[in-house]
């Protein structure tokens, strides 16, 4: 009985972290948003990880919901903005290859941690997570300011009066797209 309310939780959850993901955008830089979202999930994963009882486990699997798409919005925000035109193509074909390695990566990471038990594959991809909030940290722009200056980044565009921006239905189309392709996180 764990099990399926366990996926139907972090489901509903990973839509909710997704949604907020976008609106943390709205009001953070992107950067700030990405390592907040993969440091997040890095740290429910641990949370997961100690977890011993069922109750804790349900809990820990929608603390990880929750954080597991918070960086997705911010990822797309950098990947915009580091490309135009029919370079925004190559941008993401990219992106797919370097995610089906990662996942290829993944696996052979967990063919070598399963026979020590589950706790340690969570266990390394909150490291990984944490890794990654760290790196994110370490190498992307600070933010507006800086992303104004730095040439492999324009400027994010102005905001409408209203303080929300809206994609055009070809960007929305494309996330859904992915969304609905995407199966993993990394």
């Known amino acids: 009985m764990l099990a399926p309310a366990a996926l139907a939780s972090?489901?509903?959850?990973?839509?909710?972290?997704?949604?907020?993901?976008?609106?943390?955008?709205?009001?953070?830089?992107?950067?700030?948003?990405?390592?907040?979202?993969?440091?997040?999930?890095?740290?429910?994963?641990?949370?997961?990880?100690?977890?011993?009882?069922?109750?804790?486990?349900?809990?820990?699997?929608?603390?990880?919901?929750?954080?597991?798409?918070?960086?997705?919005?911010?990822t797309q925000e950098f990947l915009a903005r580091a490309s135009t035109g029919a370079r925004r193509q190559h941008v993401y074909a990219l992106l797919g290859v370097s995610l089906s390695a990662a996942g290829a990566a993944a696996g052979l990471l967990a063919a070598v941690l399963l026979p020590l038990g589950v706790r340690w594959l969570v266990i390394a991809d909150a490291v990984t997570c944490l890794a990654a909030a760290g790196i994110a940290v370490r190498f992307l722009p600070r933010g507006e300011e800086r992303a104004a200056t730095d040439s492999a980044l324009p400027a994010r565009p102005a905001?409408?009066?209203?303080?929300?921006?809206?994609?055009?239905?070809?960007?929305?189309?494309?996330?859904?797209?992915?969304h609905a392709r995407a199966p993993t996180r990394h």
């Open 10 to 74: 972090f489901g509903i959850a990973a839509l909710v972290s997704r949604w907020a993901g976008a609106f943390l955008l709205d009001r953070l830089p992107p950067r700030t948003v990405l390592a907040l979202g993969l440091g997040l999930t890095g740290l429910s994963l641990l949370v997961l990880a100690a977890a011993r009882t069922p109750p804790y486990v349900l809990g820990a699997v929608v603390l990880v919901g929750l954080a597991f798409e918070l960086y997705q919005p911010a």
């Open 159 to 178: 905001r409408r009066s209203c303080g929300k921006r809206r994609p055009t239905r070809r960007v929305r189309r494309q996330a859904t797209a992915r």
